[in-house]
Structure formats: C-alpha cells, structure tokens
C-alpha cells in the first residue's frame, strides 16, 4: 500500500530499526530514496515474519559510474549466457578462472557493469598488472583461496536465520585465509602498490573469532544446527557432562554399582533395569538381611521377589533422570551455543563482510592475471577521450572455443577522423566475429581487464548497443523485422557521441529497397547526427556510395580469395570494398541440393545481367524454377576404367584372369 512508501513513516522505521536517533549520521537522504528503503525495510519484516536479519546501514550509491548496456545488447553479445541460456560459450566462461565462488560472482558483476570511472579502471588495471607479473605471488594467492569456503553466501545464510554450522566452519575457515594473504602480497612490495595495502586492510586479523570458532566446532559437522553433534569435546564443560551421560550412562551405572556393593558388603549386590521401574539394585532374598535399614537409610524398597529384593536410590533416581535426558540436554545447550556464536559472528558483519569481498577482488585480479599470463593479452590504454583503436585484436569466445584453430587477428581504428566504419563482405567471412570481438574488448578493459589484442587504446564508452541478429517474438505478437526495427530504435534513441554501436545487417527483414532505404538513412543519422563510434556491416554494396558525403565514414571489407574456382575465406578486415556476397557458394557449402544451387547460379546471373524488373517476369518462362531437368548438371562421359568395369563379369574370372584384368585398369587409369 502506498503508505509503506510514506516518507516519514519510512524515517520512523529506519531510526528504530536502526537505533538512531536521526538518518543524519547516514548521509543526506532526498524523500524519495528514504521511502524506498522504509520500503525495502516493510518488505523484508513481511517476508521473514517479524525475525528481521542484520541490515548494514543505508549507503547511496552514486549512479552513472558504469557502461549502459540494455537487455538485447546483453542478450546478442552473450555475456553470462550463450543465446540458448547455457554459460558455456559466453564472455564469462571464455575468461572465468577464479577459484571461489564469490570471485566468479564478482567477475559476472564486473562484466555486466563496467566502469566509466578511469582512476577505478587503472586501479584494477594495476592490481592485475601485479599478479600477471608475479607469477610466483599469483599461485600462491590462488592456492590459498582454492581452500577458501563462501564467506558471502555463509554470512547471508547466518543473517537470514538460515544458516547451520557448516556456515560457521566456512567463517572461520574464510577468515583464517585471510592472515596468510595478507603475508603473501606484503612479502612483495605491500607498500609500493596502493590497491595491495587496501586489500590488506580489509583482508584484516580475525584471530580471537577464529580461534573461538576453531575450539568450538567438531570436526564433522551437520548441516542443520537441530541435527546436534557439532560442538567439540572441551569447549564446554556442561555440554561434556551431558555428552558423557549420553554415550557412557552404563560406565556411571557400573562406577555406582561399584560403590554400592562396598557400602554394603554384599557381593553380589546389581543394579538392573527394566521398562516398569527403570533403574533398581537387585540383591538376593538371602542377602535382603544385610541392607542397611531405618529411617537414615538411603536405601527405599521398590518391590519383593521370591527370590530377589528391588531398591533404589535418591542418587540413582537423579542418574537415571539425568541419563534420560542427557540427549535432550545436550542438544539444547548446542542450540544454545550455536546461538551465542552466531551472535559473535552477526557482530562483526561488517568487517567480516570487508573481509570477504577482498577475498573475492584478490580472486578476480589473480584469475585476469592468469588469463593474460596464458596468452597475447596487452593492458589496455584507457582514456576520457573518444579514441578506439585496437591492434591484433581477438574474439575471446571464439578463440578459447576453438583452440586448435589459429584466430587471425584484425585491427579497428574508430578515430575521430573516422568513426564509423562500414563493413562488407560475403557470409562466413567474419562480419558479425569481428564486430562482437571490439564490443567485448571496449566491455573487458573497463571492467579492469587485460584484452585480447597485441595493443589496445579504449576512450570511455558511456553505452554500448549491439543489433547483431534477430528472432521473432511471437508471444508479444512481433515479427523477425519488428523486433530488428525495434532495436534499431532504441540505439538510434539512446546513443550519446560517447557510445559505441556496432550494427550488423540492418534492413534484411523486408524487401530489398525498403532494406536498403532503413540501412542508408541509419548510416546518415549515426554520422552525422549521433557522430558516436560504430560499426555497421552490411550486404547493401550501394551504401558504399555515401563516403562520398560523409566524411567520417571508413569503408573496409573481409577480404576473400578466390582459386580453383572456390572461395577462401581469409577472416581479414581490409581497406576497400566487397566484390561479392557469394551467397551461393556459401548454399554450396551448407549442403544445399547441387539442382537447386545450379538453378540459383542461373537466376542470379540472369539478374545480373540487366534490370530486374523486365528479368523477374522473364525468368518464369525461360528458366522455369520447378524444371528439375533444367537444372541438372550435365554429366560427365564414363572413363575407360568405368567402361571396362561395366563390361566384366566377377564371377566368371579366374584368379589369373583377376590378376589381369587388375593390371588393365591399372593401365587405364594411368592414361
């Protein structure tokens, strides 16, 4: 309801629930951002009954600081997930070598947001700059955190009132990494680079948590605190006398035995037990005699035998109680002990929490430092200007994808002398490669990454758009062109001069004129209205025509190579422009009926051959498309090896007569 956003019902919830007496010390607060967290602060009393977890302080955190990348940008460039929702062949995969779980989470959050801050992308430029070029301090970091639990998903778990013992194990253990680390990067100039002191710093000294953790938890713990048994031998003395009754009750009952058949002389004296009186001394009829009697015996008669006599005693009731309810007892002091260390933790959220996201930064900058270690990585120039030039530079995905198959290596130079560049060239060229491969290397060095190139300098790009193929939209009633036409609009709405635009193919969805017309006019506005880096690949030839006017614009092409009448494809950008698309070739290759790709040669060079309007009604009549005989290639005359075959009989031959007619086609085939 609207009054959960009321501003100052919302400053009342928060200083209660904080215990402040003003939002001040905080930080100033518009209206709006308090009733959004009164709100915030409603919704989680309401999901967790009234059991509110431990909350940090409300902190703003400034917007503008990272690239602008919307939802089909994300999709079409696959970041976190390939187009068919799998990790493997994303941007994360390719680059993802950390080794805990809050450093991937980390790596994911970097890529999905990256800088516009130049000092903060240097800052992670340097840290992983360190570790690349100290391949000793770099294994030894990534070892110790090879050991390191998930703090972060631990310490949630505790807040939320989820959390079990092992979440306690995986504190202690996360921060008992954290002494070692903080040695390993100091043993290496700690002072000399700012981003390791930090760390540092907020990797902190957590000795006295560890060392109450340490003596508190078993070795083998359960994973819920209900299931008991997670508390170690010593660590509490009532806990141990509850712990003994519960596994050597029989040992106390022996000891007592013992004593009792001392007190009273009588041998054979036992405690027995049964399910009607539980535990009772038996001694025989014979030997009642010897029981001390009267009113200062601790002895009370329970039953008469024929042959026996049953007492007890005030000290074996109370053991056999305390017996009984050992179990019970110890588990409820656990519980209780899982509570008071739960609440050592949940004190220390804070620097605990610091403690953790070093972690994860150390992981990502060792594991960036490992990948561009692996490979022909170069740390990227960044600056404020709008300067994007990349040399020798490679698609990741692609490349560690393929690993066996050498990346040829291309270089971009979106200048502000030529910002736009317009690329054709046939399919399967390495259009479409080549324009993902510089988005993600503009994605990788602001997120503080090395980039896949031999150089590379990246002029802050404020947002990045990609319209790189298409599928309909069935279930919101759009069409493969309305949804092409849509994102075209939302770049050509939304893109600032600091953006980057890379446009694949734009006007294929509808007929050739209109196709042509959307892709001509969309080069203009981006020149000269937007003037933002782009790349726009096309199979339009005729907008070639427009660098005539437009200054800025670059035209290159993926060059091909044609021999024995096939086509090589060389996956280089170069200068110029396409001869052709070799469309048909490439229907050759995928397979395509050899009728149907020879009828396509015959009407593509029939529409070639003069105006197409006077040709399409032609084509009806002289090259009929449903004539299967006019499209078969001829056949070639039978050879003199094939003749000779077809005149033999195999059964009829004698094994001379094989031999010779072998030495035969030998002979014709060398003719």
């Known amino acids: 309801p609207a009054s959960r956003f009321d501003s100052l019902n919302a400053e009342a919830r928060l200083t209660a629930h904080f215990s402040v007496a003003s939002l001040d010390s905080f930080g100033a607060f518009t209206r709006s951002e308090t009733a959004a967290a009164g709100a915030l602060l409603d919704y989680v009393d309401l999901t967790q009954r009234g059991r509110a977890p431990r909350l940090s302080r409300p902190v703003r955190h400034g917007g503008g600081g990272t690239m602008e990348i919307d939802a089909p940008t994300r999709r079409n460039l696959e970041l976190t997930r390939t187009l068919s929702g799998d990790r493997k062949g994303s941007l994360l995969s390719a680059v993802d070598r950390t080794v805990t779980g809050p450093g991937a989470r980390l790596l994911a959050e970097r890529l999905a947001a990256p800088l516009t801050d130049v000092p903060a992308i240097e800052s992670r430029l340097r840290l992983v700059g360190f570790f690349r070029d100290g391949p000793g301090v770099r ?3 990534r070892d110790l955190l090879k050991r390191t639990p998930d703090a972060e998903r631990a310490l949630s778990r505790l ?18 990494a954290t002494g070692p680390l903080a040695e390993a990067v100091g043993a290496t100039g700690l002072a000399d680079l700012e981003e390791l002191a930090d760390l540092a710093r907020r990797l902190g000294r957590h000795n006295p948590l560890v060392d109450r953790l340490g003596r508190a938890l078993a070795p083998d713990l359960p994973l819920q605190s209900r299931d008991g048994g997670f508390i170690a031998p010593g660590y509490s003395e009532a806990f141990d006398k509850q712990t003994a009754l519960r596994t050597d009750g029989r040992g106390l009952i022996v000891q007592m035995e013992a004593g009792l058949r001392e007190e009273t002389g009588i041998p054979s004296l036992k405690i027995r037990h049964n399910n009607v009186l539980g535990y009772f001394i038996e001694v025989s009829t014979a030997q009642s005699g010897k029981m001390p009697a009267g009113a200062d015996s601790p002895f009370i008669h329970r039953q008469t035998m024929a042959s026996a006599t049953r007492y007890t005693t005030v000290a074996l009731s109370e053991l056999e109680s305390d017996i009984v309810r050992a179990a019970d007892r110890a588990l409820a002091i656990e519980l209780a002990l899982f509570d008071d260390l739960v609440a050592e933790v949940l004190g220390q959220t804070e620097p605990i929490a ?5 972690l994860a930064e150390l992981d990502v900058a060792a594991a960036l430092a490992d990948l561009a270690a692996g490979g022909e990585w170069c740390r990227p120039s960044v600056t404020a200007d709008a300067t994007f030039a990349v040399t020798g530079g490679r698609h990741t995905v692609v490349e560690a994808m393929q690993p066996d198959t050498p990346f040829v290596p291309n270089d971009c130079d ?14 399967m060229a390495g259009k479409s490669t080549f324009l993902r491969q510089n988005a993600l290397i503009a994605i990788l ?10 150089e590379a300098t990246i002029g802050i790009v404020d947002r990045l758009f990609s319209r790189v193929g298409a599928a309909d939209d069935l279930a919101r009633g759009r069409s493969t062109f309305m949804v092409e036409m849509v994102e075209t609009a939302a770049i050509l709405n939304r893109a600032t001069p600091r953006s980057l635009v890379i446009l694949d193919e734009i006007g294929r969805g509808t007929a050739t004129f209109d196709g042509l017309s959307i892709a001509w006019a969309t080069v203009e506005h981006l020149h000269d209205n937007l003037r933002c880096r782009a790349l726009f690949a096309t199979h339009y030839h005729e907008l070639t025509a427009l660098s005539a006017r437009l200054d ?3 035209r290159h092409t993926m060059r091909v190579r044609e021999w024995q009448d096939e086509i090589v494809f060389l996956h280089e950008v170069a ?9 048909i070739h490439v229907a050759r290759l995928a397979g395509m009926p050899a009728a149907v790709v020879a009828r396509a040669g015959e009407v593509l060079a029939t529409l070639e051959a003069g ?14 498309l449903f004539s299967a005989g006019a499209a078969e290639p001829p056949r070639p005359a039978p050879s003199e090896a094939e003749l000779l075959l077809a005149e033999i009989n195999p059964d009829e031959l004698t094994p001379r007569a094989a031999l010779e007619f072998l030495y035969r086609l030998k002979s014709a085939a060398r003719d």
């Open 575 to 583: 200068p110029g422009d396409a001869e052709a698309s070799y469309g």
């Open 414 to 427: 979106l200048g502000p002398e030529r910002n736009l560049w317009l690329l054709t060239g046939p399919n």
């Open 354 to 358: 610091r403690a953790a996201q070093a």
């Open 139 to 141: 294994d030894r970091v």
């Open 445 to 454: 060095a602001q997120a503080g990454s090395f980039v896949p190139a031999r």
């Open 159 to 176: 807040t939320l009132g989820r959390g079990g013992p092992r979440d306690l194990a995986a504190i202690r253990d996360a921060l008992a």
């Open 611 to 624: 105006d197409q309007g006077a040709n399409v009604s032609r084509l009806a009549d002289d090259l009929p």
């Open 552 to 554: 800025r614009l670059s």
